[in-house]
């Protein structure tokens, strides 16, 4: 018996959701008794390897194999199944992620394990194995009881607070067989924004909706981002008309995120939109109309011009 | 070509979700049920594969009686015919199985869903469908073109998006922009109630997960105004009362 994390390394680093992952998958191992393991696959320095231990790993697996250096779904979730066949794991923690979807459900099909996706909180092992999950896009939860051997809990951010201790895991080699099957989707091209906080990790998201008029006044909207070092976001009129990249589309039929501060610029709370961000920690809203249905799910209210408000809010950032 | 379009028959997107009999069962009183927002996307690129190279379209559910509306609305915006296994679709393993079932028996060269179902959004189905299968998933798509027998796709990830290829038969899972949704015509609704739904019973009864109750999320406190005029407070309050920033 044992937990088995996967982690992901982007642009160098251990990413801040599976550093969540682990802690959570440590938690886990600490309530059943046993120890968590951290599966690393593709490049990855050393030093970030081993941090893996600060959070709670007490073993990292390292699968280098030059064939993995680009995320690929399907053979990643190979390597993790032979991972925790290798280590008995019964409990599979990750983070969603757009690679962790991915993954999910092949590991799933492949180890026939009970999963449980958007879990938002430890399991309850008092009878059984239950974990609460996000259901209904944000609108409501379900206590699921998982009734297979092999348990899957793909974890939504901010489910858990990591924290930090000085230990390091050690790290070894981790060299499974790779079949060529998992390779027939070939990769032709990417475009990805670098540098920036990504939306699904940021901690700070300011949103910015229909009421900014048009994409060339995006300016102040970004620069109260970089001031708060958030991400942008926007609703679905505004990447429907090719203002914003689609992939900063939040709501009903975009991203679910759930950072710590969601700042909605001009946007005026439909339904759909607030499905994909009600689970964010304090929401602020900003619109120039009042009677505009966000304010009644915020925590935070200006009504006021976006014009006028943003770049004031940016300055007074700065100021701090 | 054959294509193959799952359905899910969900809670319109403005619902308001309650529950019953002791948070138990979801509260259907007053509830309108649609296709899956990411089906419906699946379903109307089906239809334009179809009007350009004749491919023949079968929409599938895994459901009870009462999601039959929503896949004769399917029929009428265009798929030939449909199945429907009739079960309750609680467990994504479950659901999968049953469509893999279908798929071995009909060799569909594509199979096409929506990225994620919007009432257990687990995006997962097509997923375990392709390990099932033997065949590569790839979700979520954004847009798809068939040269041949390869399939040539944009995926989104993280912050922006990437162009891949393979060969069919495929599992893909589907979203925005896809397509444009397609309304049903006057012909359309008329010619639906006379295509062929098939209704098969279970194949497997394996459930791995089972849901033990149901709760809402609680309320937000009361919103605090600030005046615009004193926008600068905001901060203020950000860092020392909610200290998120
Ligand atoms: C099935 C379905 C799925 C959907 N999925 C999504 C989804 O995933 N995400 C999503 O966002 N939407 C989604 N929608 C659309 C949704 O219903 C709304 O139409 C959309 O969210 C509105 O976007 P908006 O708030 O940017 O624009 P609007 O509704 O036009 O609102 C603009 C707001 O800006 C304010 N404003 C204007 N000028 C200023 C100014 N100078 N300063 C301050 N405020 C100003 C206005 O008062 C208004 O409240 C979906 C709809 C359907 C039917
Ligand atoms: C009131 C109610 C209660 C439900 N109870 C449960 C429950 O207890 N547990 C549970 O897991 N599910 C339940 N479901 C059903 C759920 O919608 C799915 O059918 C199934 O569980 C898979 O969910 P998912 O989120 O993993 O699907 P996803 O993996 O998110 O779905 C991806 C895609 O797979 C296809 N797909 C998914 N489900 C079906 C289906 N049934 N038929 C055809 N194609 C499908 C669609 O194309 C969908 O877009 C319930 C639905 C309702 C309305």
Redesign the pocket.
């Known amino acids: 018996m044992s937990v088995l994390i996967f982690a992901e390394v982007d642009e160098g680093k251990l990413k801040k959701s599976s550093q969540e992952a682990i802690f959570y998958g440590a938690k886990v191992a600490e309530q059943t008794g046993t120890t968590a393991t951290a599966i690393i696959v593709g490049e990855a320095s050393d030093t970030e390897l081993a941090s893996a231990g600060r959070f709670g790993a007490t073993k990292v697996l390292h699968a280098a194999d030059s064939k993995l250096a680009e995320p690929n779904g399907m053979a990643y979730a190979s390597v993790v199944a032979a991972a925790a066949q290798q280590e008995g794991a019964n409990v599979i923690v990750l983070a969603k992620s757009s690679l962790a979807d991915a993954m999910t459900a092949r590991l799933a099909g492949k180890l026939k394990a009970a999963l449980a996706a958007n879990v938002v909180e430890l399991p309850d092992l008092s009878n059984g194995f239950r974990v609460k999950s996000s259901i209904y896009t944000g609108k409501a939860f379900a206590y699921n009881d998982l009734k297979a051997d092999v348990k899957i809990l793909a974890i939504k951010k901010n489910t858990i607070t990591p924290e930090e201790s000085e230990a390091t895991a050690p790290v070894e080699a981790f060299t499974p067989a790779l079949n060529d099957k998992d390779f027939a989707i070939a990769v032709k091209g990417s475009e990805k924004a670098s540098g920036d906080v990504l939306l699904p990790e940021a901690d700070v998201v300011v949103s910015?909706?229909?009421?900014?008029?048009g994409p060339e006044n995006w300016g102040i909207v970004e620069d109260l981002a970089n001031a708060l070092h958030a991400a942008t976001a926007?609703?679905?009129?505004?990447s429907d008309l090719d203002w914003r990249p689609h992939a900063e589309?939040?709501?009903?039929?975009?991203l679910k995120i759930s950072p710590n501060l969601y700042i909605?610029?001009?946007?005026?709370?439909?339904?759909?939109?607030l499905?994909?961000v009600n689970s964010s920690k304090v929401i602020v809203v900003?619109?120039?109309?009042p009677e505009?249905?966000?304010f009644k799910s915020a925590d935070y209210g200006i009504v006021?011009?976006?014009?006028?408000?943003l770049p004031r809010l940016t300055k007074a950032v700065k100021a701090l | 070509m054959k294509i193959l379009v799952c359905v899910t028959s969900v809670p319109?997107?403005?619902t308001k979700i309650a529950f019953t009999d002791n948070n138990t069962k979801l509260n259907k009183a007053g509830v309108t049920f649609?296709t899956g927002?990411y089906d419906?996307y699946a379903l109307a690129r089906a239809v334009e594969l179809k009007e350009k190279t004749g491919a023949s379209v079968t929409v599938l559910n895994v459901g009870e009686a009462d999601s039959e509306p929503v896949i004769r609305k399917c029929l009428a915006i265009g798929a030939d015919d449909a199945i429907r296994v009739n079960a309750e679709p609680t467990d994504a393993y479950f659901v999968a199985e049953q469509i893999a079932a279908i798929a071995k028996e009909n060799n569909y060269d594509l199979i096409l869903m929506g990225r994620e179902s919007i009432d257990y959004n687990g995006g997962q189905v097509h997923g375990i469908v392709g390990e099932m299968l033997g065949l590569p998933s790839i979700s979520p798509v954004m847009q798809l073109d068939i040269d041949g027998d390869t399939a040539k796709i944009t995926r989104e990830i993280e912050g922006g998006k990437e162009q891949l290829e393979a060969k069919l038969p495929l599992v893909l899972g589907c979203q925005e922009p896809i397509a444009e949704?397609k309304i049903p015509n006057m012909r359309g609704i008329m010619t639906a109630r006379t295509k062929p739904l098939k209704v098969v019973e279970p194949a497997g009864t394996d459930k791995l997960t089972t849901v033990a109750s149901y709760e809402l999320p609680a309320p937000r406190g009361a919103v605090k105004m600030i005046p615009a005029d004193q926008a600068e407070t905001l901060i203020q309050l950000l860092r020392t009362e909610a200290k998120v920033i």
């Open positions: 910015a909706g229909r009421g900014l008029k926007c609703s679905k009129p505004v589309h939040v709501g009903q039929t975009g909605a610029c001009g946007i005026s709370g439909a339904i759909q939109h499905a994909g900003i619109n120039k109309d505009a249905p966000f006021g011009d976006v014009f006028d408000v | 319109d997107t403005t649609i927002p419906d949704w």
